[in-house]
C-alpha cells in the first residue's frame, strides 16, 4: 500500500473560485450540434428541435457559460448565417472540419437553447478572416436594446431584450498552423486591440478575451504571448489558453500525470501576464481564460480529411474510459489550484466531438466516465480554494522520473462544508490518505464518492450505460479532528465534511 498526507489549514486560501470556471464549449463540429443538441424529428425533441434527453444530461451541471461557436470553425464563420428565417440561411462549405454548414442551429437557437439550459453564452468573433466591423455588428445585434439596424433585427428575430453576453473571445487559436487565418502575434494583437476597443464602445460593459496560445506544445509559447500582450494589455481582460491531452503510447501512468504539464502552462501564463503588467506598471487585472481542455484521443487529421462535404458526420467521437474521466479530473484539479489567476474554463466540447455526452442520431443519450468526475467538480467545486499541502508516495514513469500518487484539491464550500478531491493515480496500489486539517472543528464524513473500474479503459455504451458510474461508499472516516482514507487504485475521490 502506498501513502499520502495532506495538510491544510482554513487560513490558507488560494482565492474565491470564479462561477466561469464552470463552464463548457459548443462548436457545430460533426455532431456536437446536429445530432446532438439539436435534432428536429428525434422522440425527445421540443418544438425548437432540441433533444430534451441531452438537455436533461447538461442541465444536470448546471454550467456557468458555453463558449459558442468556436473553435476553428470561428475562422471562416459569418455570424449572420446563423440568425432568422431558417428557410434564407446559406448552406456553406465549411472548411475547418470540411463539411457542409446547413445554418439550421446558429446564433439564434444557440440563444434559445441557453436559456432552456440555464447557462449564458461566451461569444467568440471572427478575427481571422474577418474584421472589426463584422465583431461591433454582432455585439450590436446580442446586446444593443433597440434602435439600431442590428439590434432591431434582433428583435424582429423574436429576441425583443438584448441578449446581453458579457464575455467575447477575439478569435480562436490564431497562433496555429491549421488556423485559416493564422497571424502573427503582432499583426493580430493590433487587429484585437481595435477590435476590443470598438466592440467596447458598442458595449462598455463586455470582457474581451485575447487568443492566446493553443498548446503549451507550441513552439511559438509563450514568445506569442508576450507579445501579443504587450499590445493588447490594456483593451482586453483575458488570455485564452487551450491543453489537450492525450495517451498516443498506450503508457496509462504517463497519461494520468500528464495534468502535471497543465500545472506548469497555467503558472508559466500567469508568470506572461505578471510580467507584461509589470512592464506597463499597469493597475489592470487581465486573467487567464482556460477555454478549451480535455483529453483527446483520435487523430484529428484523419478524422477530419477522411470523407469531405458531408453534414454532421460523427467527427472525433473518442470513446472516453475510466482512465479518461482520472486525467481530465487532474486538470480540473489544476483549474481549481489556479483558482487566483484562471477565471474563465470551458470543458471541450458539451456534446458527442471530445465530449463525454454521447447521442445516437435518432436514439438513445448515455455518458462517459470522465463526465462524472467534470460533474463532482461542477457540483462541488464551487467556493474558495484552499491550498492543499500534498506529501505523496510517488512512481515513476516513461515521461515523468517522479510523479506523487496522490493528487489533491480542497474547496471550503458556501455552506461551510469542506470537499476535498483526491486522485490515486497509482494503477497498482491502494492509497492510505491522512488529512490534517487546522482550523476546522467537528467535521463529519457526509459521503466519500468513488469513481474506478478495474480496467483503465472501462467505458460506458448505449446498452450499458452504467458500467463505469460512481458509487458513494467510499470508506473515508474522520478520528480525532484527522481524516483517514483508503483511496482505491487508479480512482477518483469526492470526499465530503460538513459540521
Ligand atoms: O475542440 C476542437 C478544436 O480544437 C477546436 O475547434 C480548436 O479550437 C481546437 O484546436
Redesign the pocket.
Known sequence: MKKAKVILDRDFVISEISENVFSS?V?P?GRCIYGGLYEPGHPTADEDGFRQDVLEKTRALHLTMNRFP????TSTYRWEDGIGPKALRPRRAEV?WQCIEPNQFGLDEFAKWSKKNGSDVMMTVNLATRGVLEAMDCVEYCNLPGGTYWSDKRIENGFREPLGYKYWCLS??ID?V?QVGQKPAREYALLAREASKAMKLIDADIKTVLAGS?SPGQSTFPAFDLEALDIAFEQIDYLSV?H?IGNSENDSPTFLARPLITDKFLEDTAAVIRAIRAKHRSAHEVYISFD?FNT?HSV?EEARFREKWRTAPAL?EDVYTAEDALALGGMLLSVLRHADVVKIACV??LCN??SHLRTRDGGGCWVLPPYYAFKHYCDYGRGTALQTKVISDSYSCARFPEVACLDAQVVCGRDASVTLFAINRSLDDTLALDAVLHGFADLRVEKHIVLTADDPKATNTEFDPDHVVPRENGNAVMEDGKLHAELEKMSWNVIRLVK
Open positions: 464549449f462548436e463540429l468556436g473553435g476553428n470553425f475547418a480562436n487559436e496555429g491549421w493553443s487551450h489537450y478549451e483527446w484529428a472525433l471541450s466540447e466531438c471530445i
